[in-house]
């Protein structure tokens, strides 16, 4: 196995016609069915980064920015932004082209952590990522970023940190009665 590799390496993409049996009660291709895909291509470009079985450790933030139409080609594109000891962030961005005037839109993207596993069952290093440009670092550096801020989301709001007080006066506008023993 290589001990780094580039992003180049290990990109994948599927593309898929929307069918009848894919949309929801409102006649739109249903987000499950989307999110399902999205996860499939994230395992495929992180097992082919790391040579091993995958799993999702987390999924950062999925927007749907715009519906998918039954008959529509749906294309997912992935490839590996972050490379820790035994994790990576694969980058997954979504379009959908209306097949007979040719537009594409963008659907969504969004960040999945996969984690390599050996037979075991135990975490399994990774390669690390060859940087070859700006882009590639931007992408890396924003996976550091995101990193940094659910850490310090999770234990600021950690039973044993949470500070009620701090929260009272930022409730006044939100829709909530508060009735707290």
């Known amino acids: 196995m290589k001990k780094y590799k580039s992003a180049k390496e290990s990109q994948v993409s599927i593309t898929e016609l929307m069918l009848p049996s894919h949309s929801n009660f409102g006649g739109k291709v249903h987000g499950g ?75 969504n993207s969004s960040y999945f952590t996969m984690v390599a596993k050996g037979d075991n069952g135990k975490n399994l290093k990774v390669p690390g990522l060859i940087i070859k440009d700006k882009q590639a670092l931007r992408r890396f550096a924003r996976s550091i970023e995101r990193k940094m801020a659910m850490f310090q989301r999770d234990t600021k709001f950690d039973d044993k940190n949470f500070k009620v007080e701090d929260y009272l006066g930022k409730l006044k506008e939100e829709n909530i009665k508060l009735a707290l023993d």
């Open 33 to 107: 069915h989307i999110l399902n895909l999205m996860d499939q291509i994230a395992f495929a470009c992180a097992s082919k980064h790391s040579q091993a079985y995958c799993v999702t450790a987390s999924v950062n933030r999925v927007d749907f920015l715009q519906p998918v139409e039954v008959g529509e080609l749906l294309t997912l594109k992935a490839s590996i932004n972050y490379t820790g000891n035994t994790s990576m962030v694969v980058g997954v961005r979504v379009e959908a082209e209306n097949v007979t005037t040719g537009v594409v839109k963008h659907c």
